[in-house]
C-alpha cells in the first residue's frame, strides 16, 4: 500500500477537519511528486468543507480569505500558509483561463475530474489511501502524460494548461499521450489569450527542464506561438562545415548543453535567430552569417519586451547575444575590453554560452575552440585574480581629478576617462596617477579641437 510522509502540519490540518466531520486529503503535485520520490514544495489540501467551516475550524490560526470566493482558505501554520481547498466543480470557462462560476461538492472524485492532467488528478490521506479515479499512478509509472477527459475541453477550459503539459513534459521526462499531444498542437492558438507574465513563467519551466531539446523539436510550433522570431529558423540549413544541423536544431541541442539557469537557457534560445537574416553564401556555396548576432540581439529584444520579462533579464540576455560569437584566445587586451562593455558576471555567463554553442556545432575544429576558449578563461580568471584595470573606476585618476586640471563639462570627462582605460588596456600607458593626467589634458586639448 502506497505511503507518503505527510508533514507534521498538514498532518494537523486533515486531522482537524476531519474531527469536525469533514473529508480531507493532500491533492495535486505534491502527491505526484511524493510517488516519484520528490520532495513536495508545496502541499495543497482539498476538502468536503465549505469555507465556512474551514474558518470554523481554524479559527484560532491567522487565515486569509482572498480564494474564498473560489473555495480557498488560507490557514497559517509556523508561518507558512496552506491552501486548504473546498471540494469544487467549474463553470463554464469564457477567457480560456478562469471558471465563470464554481460549485461546491462533498464528492472527491468530481474534484478530480475538472483537474488538468491524470498525475496531477490524485488524492491522499492517511486513513483512506491514494484516491486515483483516472489512473495518475499508473500514467506516472510509464511516464505518460495525459489529460483527465477530453483534452480539447481541458485545454479550453485553461489554454495555460497546454504550456503546464510541455512543463511537466520537460521537467519530468513524460511522454505525452498521443491524444494530448494532438490536441497541445490544434489548440496552440489559445496561448493568444493568456496574459505575457504566466506565459513567461511556463517558459521558464519548460526551458530548465531536462527533456527541453526534445520538447523544443516535437512542439516547435507551440513555442512560435509566444516567439515568432523563431520560425524562420526551422528549416533554416547551415551550408558550412561549422554546422551539421539545421539552425533550430542547433539551438535546441545548444539549450540543452548550458545549466538549467532560465536566462543562460533564453539566450541559447535566442541566440542564434538572426542568422537567416544575415546569410550571405559565397562563390564557393558557403554560408557566412556575419552580424547575425546584433540582428538576432533586435529581434531577441522584441521578443523579451512583448514576454514582459524584467528588464534587467532583457538587458543581460541582450549582452550575452551580442558578444555570443567573439571569438576568445589568450588575448588579455581583447578580454578586459569585453569585460569593460559587458562586466565580470556576464562575462562568466559569456564562456558558458560560447562552450553550450560549440558543443552544439558540428565537429569541425571543435578541440581548438574549445582549447581558446579555455585559454580565455584561464586569462580571465587571472585578471580578476590580480584586480587587473579594466573598468573606469579600476584608473588611478577618477572625474574630480579632471575637474582639478580645468576639465569641467560632464560629458567630456567620461569620454577622456573612456580613452585612458582604453589606453591603459592596450597597454599604451601605464595606469600610474600623474602618467594619466598628462594623457588627460592632452586628449582633452585634442577633443578641444575637434569640438
Same mark, same amino acid.
Given at each position: ?21 469533514c ?23 482539498t ?7 474551514? &474558518? ?58 475538472r @483537474? ?11 486513513? @483512506? ?32 494548461? *497546454?504550456?503546464?503539459?510541455? @512543463? ?30 504566466? *506565459? ?10 531536462k ?9 516547435k ?6 516567439i ?5 529558423? +526551422? ?14 536544431r ?25 542568422k ?38 532583457i ?17 588579455? &587586451?581583447q ?8 562586466g565580470?558576471?556576464?562575462?562568466? @555567463? ?29 586569462? +580571465?580568471?587571472?585578471? *580578476?585574480k ?10 588611478? *585618476? ?54
Amino acid at each position: 500500500m502506497l505511503n507518503i510522509k505527510i508533514p507534521e502540519d498538514v498532518r494537523y490540518i486533515i486531522n482537524e477537519l476531519e474531527k469536525n466531520g469533514c473529508e480531507a486529503f493532500v491533492v495535486g503535485g505534491c502527491v505526484r511528486d511524493a510517488i516519484l520520490g520528490i520532495e513536495p514544495k508545496d502541499w495543497d489540501i482539498t476538502t468536503s468543507a465549505k469555507p465556512d467551516e474551514i &474558518k470554523t475550524c481554524f479559527n484560532n490560526n491567522h487565515l486569509i480569505t482572498i480564494g474564498e470566493k473560489h473555495g480557498t482558505i488560507g490557514v497559517v501554520i509556523n508561518k507558512k500558509v496552506y491552501e486548504v481547498t473546498t471540494y469544487r466543480i467549474d463553470g463554464d470557462y469564457s477567457d480560456s483561463r478562469h471558471p465563470e462560476s464554481v460549485e461546491f461538492t462533498d464528492n472527491i472524485e468530481k474534484d478530480l475530474s475538472r @483537474r488538468d492532467f491524470t498525475v496531477n488528478a490524485m488524492a491522499y490521506n492517511e486513513s @483512506r489511501g491514494l484516491v486515483d479515479p483516472f489512473n495518475g499512478q499508473t500514467d506516472l509509472k510509464y511516464s505518460a502524460l495525459r489529460c483527465v477527459g477530453n483534452p480539447d475541453e481541458r485545454f479550453n477550459e485553461d489554454a495555460l494548461r *497546454i504550456l503546464r503539459g510541455l @512543463r511537466f513534459a520537460s521537467v519530468y521526462n513524460f511522454s505525452i499521450e498521443s491524444n494530448t499531444a494532438i490536441s497541445i498542437i490544434r489548440n496552440k492558438k489559445l496561448l493568444n489569450n493568456i496574459s505575457m507574465e504566466r *506565459i513567461a513563467s511556463e517558459l521558464n519551466g519548460i526551458l530548465c527542464g531536462k527533456n527541453v531539446s526534445f520538447i523544443l523539436r516535437r512542439y516547435k510550433d507551440v513555442i512560435a506561438v509566444l516567439i515568432p522570431e523563431i520560425v524562420s529558423t +526551422f528549416d533554416f540549413a547551415q551550408n558550412t562545415p561549422h554546422h551539421n544541423k539545421t539552425v533550430w536544431r542547433h539551438i535546441t541541442a545548444s539549450v540543452s548543453n548550458i545549466e538549467p539557469d532560465s536566462l543562460l537557457r533564453m539566450v541559447m534560445l535566442l541566440h542564434d535567430i538572426g542568422k537567416p537574416l544575415a546569410l550571405r553564401t559565397d562563390k564557393n556555396g558557403i554560408d557566412h552569417f556575419k552580424g547575425h548576432n546584433h540582428f538576432g540581439a533586435v529581434l531577441a529584444k522584441t521578443a523579451l519586451k512583448r514576454l514582459k520579462y524584467p528588464t534587467k533579464f532583457i538587458d543581460d540576455a541582450i549582452i550575452l547575444i551580442e558578444f555570443h560569437d567573439v571569438r576568445f584566445s589568450s588575448n588579455k &587586451k581583447q578580454i578586459k575590453h569585453v569585460l569593460n562593455k559587458i562586466g565580470e558576471d556576464n562575462f562568466r @555567463r559569456l564562456l558558458k554560452v560560447q562552450r553550450a554553442d560549440i558543443l552544439a556545432q558540428s565537429k569541425y575544429m571543435r578541440e581548438a575552440k574549445l582549447n581558446n576558449l579555455e585559454l580565455a578563461e584561464a586569462s +580571465f580568471n587571472r585578471i *580578476i585574480k590580480n584586480n587587473d584595470c579594466y573598468k573606469i573606476r579600476d584608473l588611478c *585618476i577618477n572625474g574630480s581629478d579632471l575637474i582639478h586640471l580645468g576639465i569641467v563639462d560632464g560629458k567630456m570627462i567620461g569620454e577622456i576617462l573612456q580613452i585612458l582605460l582604453d589606453n591603459v588596456i592596450d597597454e599604451t600607458i601605464e595606469n600610474e596617477s600623474i602618467a594619466l593626467k598628462i594623457k588627460a589634458l592632452e586628449v582633452y586639448k585634442e577633443l578641444e579641437e575637434i569640438n
